[in-house]
């Protein structure tokens, strides 16, 4: 049996010698297990780990090629970095398998080397701008020692804007390399926002260099060799600081060095598991009778959390859009809530009440970290802060208050943020008033931004041609919840003042009219394939025509997003309507309702949780398209927008997409009701279907 003596080694490195300690190696790191390796859900791909405020992330396979921060919106430094060993003088490669640790967003893989058993941890420090990877090597020999040093080659990503060097200790000796990215970048994909600010990156070992040399388009870090006994183990630190101006690289050489290794990464465990326990029993992950779902939503959990900034805001996707997007954040907010997160909700509710504050509007986006920029809506075209009330990012903004309020009853938060409530409802009744209570295309709809080609459905992108079916259904939406938040308050709905219009309203008939449109313009039956009839996604202007083809997911907003129907069984008949075009040879929903098209990646998310709230039989087949398909991403995300055999596009760990289909799989579970969990005989029936 292994022991826990501590031993004292003199290491002989050239002609220095160093005092090392090295222990008895055990399972545990400082005392803390390290959690087991959750499976892949699809084939390996790029991850991401953060802490709203500094991030990192490689290819899974133990290189990293992404580093960002301070503050998410940013660009990234990194082309390359990868950690070797040399084992008894000879260079040994780290190459992996990468693994999402359980109940974790920490990533980790093993390597064995002969006698050694290696150990590659990434995780981020809590509360502080530091990404950290964790090196820990084992010797399993029972009789013979190793002399390991650990090599960090890091190439940077160079050209204008971007700068690198080589810094210096206390003492004037090379520790680390210094990386820079200037006021003269772009943040969000190379373009959008600026980079308001310079920003620096420091990486060293938490001990000292042995040596620093120029490589091949970068650096080699190496630290002093270490003598590992046999049955022990030794821990070494690759940190990096992200930091504005004002601290030298001395200061951040001092912090790292000052660093415990194993203490962070303890801190790191205690904290992830801490938030995934942290939920009321109802809404605990173990409701999830089916393995490979619960696998799946835990790991969506673990990025949409990643995906929050430190401010409140959330990105559409950290290693590519950087910004955090109204629609984007909404829809990963209700993969949150539907698991009991809702403190999430209450920081990006106040965060946008920030931004009005600031800015006089709701944004489309802004950028995390900074009041500098944001992204107004914009309409046929024109980028326009006028255009942005039109629709969307106001109604869910009330939307992300009604779903906060309905998991929490904090009204008071809603109160604190009554100012920016009311100018978003009262924006959006000030266009639809203007226009007989109808309502255009917001101008940036996830569904019109060209990831699938829509051209088939008639339309052509020149919005203001348009009435909207789904602008109306978000606000008649908002409108509800808006009625509701006035009753908690005390106020009479019937005889509302609106301050931007300066007139009193009564809101229950301003709901009505917006039933009555949704009748009367959007309400479709004469297409034969939809003889029950639906709502079809928008009439144009000249003539009041249809379009000629259908944007599967437009029909399903009013059921997903809550809008009050003035029939509500027309919701059942949307429902019913589309599920037509569900797939089940390729269980994929192609977005223009025919096959062979392209699908976005929330498309099935829709479909499941409409059939789920009308119990429609259907929903056995699309859960199993949606959990064991081909969309589902290695890491228990989902992508922007997939071909159509469910090859996924560029944009991946997908905050908008993510969180509508844990939605809905959380809603197909019954997670967070008094009736949460399933019969037996539904829950074997899952199990069948995902061993398929």
């Known amino acids: 049996m292994r022991g ?14 160093m005092l090392i300690r090295a222990e008895a190696a055990d399972n545990s790191f400082g005392g803390t297990p390290l959690p087991e390796q959750v499976a892949y859900l699809n084939k390996c791909e790029d991850f991401f780990i953060g802490n709203g405020l500094v991030g990192g992330g490689g290819t899974g396979n133990g290189t990293w090629n992404f580093l960002v921060g301070p503050d998410y919106t940013c660009p990234n430094y990194l082309r390359s970095e990868e950690v070797r060993l040399v084992v008894d003088g000879v260079e040994q490669s780290l190459t992996m398998d990468v693994h999402r640790a359980r109940k974790t967003g920490v990533f980790y893989g093993t390597r064995t080397i002969g006698d050694l058993k290696v150990y590659l941890i990434d995780y981020v420090v809590v509360g502080k701008p530091c990404v950290a990877r964790l090196i820990r090597i084992e010797n399993e020999s029972h009789d013979r020692p190793h002399t390991v040093s650990v090599q960090a080659y890091i190439v940077p990503i160079t050209g204008p804007g971007h700068s690198d060097w080589i810094s210096l200790d206390g003492n004037g000796l090379q520790a680390g390399i210094g990386l820079k990215l200037d006021t003269s970048l772009k943040c969000v994909v190379g373009h959008l926002c600026t980079n308001w600010t310079n920003r620096y990156a420091l990486i060293a070992f938490n001990e000292k260099a042995n040596a620093i040399s120029l ?5 080699l870090l190496q630290t002093v060799s270490r003598l590992i006994p046999p049955e022990t183990s030794s821990e070494i630190g690759l940190d990096h600081y992200l930091h504005y101006e004002g601290q030298s690289d001395r200061h951040y050489i001092e ?11 303890a801190g790191s465990i205690a904290w992830w598991q801490g938030w995934f326990d942290g939920v009321a029993p109802q809404y605990s992950l173990s409701q999830i009778k089916d393995k490979r779902a619960r696998d799946l939503v835990e790991g969506g959990l673990a990025i949409l959390k990643m995906n929050e900034c430190r401010d409140g805001g959330i990105v559409a996707n950290e290693r590519g859009w950087d910004m955090s997007y109204v629609r984007d954040a909404y829809c990963g907010l209700r993969g949150l809530t539907a698991f009991g997160h809702f403190e999430e909700s209450k920081r990006f ?27 107004p809506n914009g309409n046929n075209g024109v980028w326009c802060s006028e255009a942005n009330a039109i629709a969307e990012v106001t109604a869910l903004y009330i939307l992300a208050a009604r779903d906060y309020y309905k998991g929490t009853h904090d009204l008071q938060t809603l109160r604190n943020v009554n100012i920016s409530l009311r100018y978003a409802m009262e924006a959006q009744l000030k266009y639809a008033d203007t226009n007989d209570d109808r309502m255009e295309f917001s101008g940036d709809e996830t569904e019109l931004c060209g990831a699938v080609d829509i051209k088939s459905t008639g339309f052509d992108r020149k919005l203001a041609k348009y009435w909207s079916m789904s602008s109306v259904a978000l606000c008649s939406a908002s409108l509800d919840f808006y009625i509701q938040y006035l009753i908690a308050r005390g106020d009479n709905p019937a005889s509302y003042l609106n301050l931007r219009e300066k007139r009193t309203l009564n809101l229950y008939d301003e709901q009505s009219k917006f039933k009555d449109v949704l009748e009367k313009d959007f309400w479709r039956t004469n297409l034969p394939e939809c003889p029950a009839g639906f709502h079809d996604w928008f009439r144009t202007k000249n003539n009041n025509s249809w379009p000629s083809g259908r944007i599967v997911n437009f029909t399903l907003f009013p059921i997903f997003y809550g809008t009050p129907m003035k029939y509500p069984e027309r919701a059942k008949c949307d429902v019913s309507a589309m599920k037509q075009f569900f797939d089940p040879a390729t269980r994929c929903l192609p977005l223009v309702g025919k096959a062979g098209e392209r699908s976005l990646g929330h ?4 479909l499941l949780w409409g059939l789920v709230a009308c119990d429609d039989p259907e929903k056995n087949a699309v859960y199993d398209a949606l959990v064991n398909g081909p969309t589902v991403r290695c890491w228990g995300t989902y992508n922007e927008a997939y071909d159509a055999d469910g090859s996924p596009n560029a944009n991946s760990l997908r905050t908008f997409e ?5 939605s809905a799989i959380g809603k197909y579970w019954a997670v967070g009701s008094s009736n949460s969990g399933m019969s037996q005989c539904h829950a074997n029936q899952v199990t069948n279907l995902s061993a398929k």
Do not use: C, F
């Open 349 to 375: 509710i106040e965060w946008l009440d920030h931004q009005y504050n600031v800015h006089g509007l709701i944004p489309n986006a802004a950028p995390g970290g900074s009041d500098t920029y944001v992204h």
């Open 4 to 17: 826990w003596k501590l031993l004292l080694i003199v290491v002989l490195a050239g002609p220095m010698a």
């Open 255 to 265: 912090l790292v060095q000052q660093r415990n290794i194993l203490k962070d990464l």
């Open 658 to 662: 993510t969180g509508v289909n844990l």
């Open 603 to 606: 498309d099935l998310g829709y």
């Open 215 to 219: 490589t091949q388009g970068g650096y």
